[in-house]
């Protein structure tokens, strides 16, 4: 299994700001998943980020709007940049040991 | 890349009453996992199931890999069953073998 915190578990952030969430594992991952849970929907994959290499992104997702860094093999963050009001879902890193676990996850609301 | 549809999109259950989730995938999977996701949105691994049947107290899982559809059985609801519960597969023959994809879930209440 894997232990994932991650924060800020909430946040409430002005439009135009960014926001950086950080996920901390238990253990050494190759790769690490960020998703996205807009309200009331499912979640979807915005992007997985590789120890040394850039982060693949998915379809609908960019890095200057989702930078992502991944420094070591227990650590990556995510930056929600230039938030909009259409930003406020909830974020959540992923790691698979054998099978999936998340983080608690990050409810970002923009004003 | 893979999909992945489950039903019914909502179930409104009296205390104490079973009831059965569905989940189907469009693709062969090397990975199903059931989770259920609470009201403060963190999501509670219940069954890692790419095949076969798996229990675990009052819930149970059961995955025929070959005919692409996966259940949850929840016995005797609790309202703390409340929630929404995902079924999220990875695999396919076009798509990541790694990342997955999740249903868009199954919307549970349990009323006292």
């Known amino acids: 299994s894997a232990v994932i915190s991650q924060k800020p578990s909430r946040d409430i952030c002005q439009r135009g700001t960014s926001l950086t969430i950080q996920c901390q594992v238990d253990s050494q991952v190759t790769m690490m998943f960020w998703y996205r849970q807009q309200p009331g929907q499912s979640l979807t994959l915005i992007a997985t980020?590789?120890?040394?290499?850039?982060?693949?992104?998915e379809s609908g997702f960019v890095i200057d709007k989702f930078p992502i860094s991944r420094p070591n093999l227990t650590f990556s963050t995510l930056t929600v940049s230039n938030m909009s009001p259409e930003d406020s879902s909830i974020y959540l890193c992923s790691v698979e040991v054998a099978e999936a676990f998340f983080g608690q996850g990050t409810r970002l609301t923009v004003v | 890349g893979i999909q992945v549809e489950q039903s019914p999109p909502d179930l409104i259950l009296q205390e104490g009453a079973n009831s059965t989730l569905r989940c189907n995938f469009s693709?062969?999977?090397?990975?199903l996992q059931w989770f259920h996701q609470n009201p403060w949105g963190q999501l509670i691994n219940l069954f890692y199931i790419p095949s076969g049947t798996k229990q675990n107290g009052r819930l149970s899982a059961t995955t025929v890999a070959t005919e692409r559809y996966s259940l949850l059985y929840i016995s005797s609801s609790q309202t703390t069953d409340s929630g929404v519960y995902f079924c999220a597969v990875s695999g396919g023959s076009s798509g990541s073998a790694r990342q997955l994809t999740f249903g868009s879930g199954t919307q549970l209440t349990v009323l006292p």
């Open positions: 980020a590789n120890q040394g290499s850039e982060a693949t992104y």
């Open positions: 693709d062969s999977v090397n990975n």
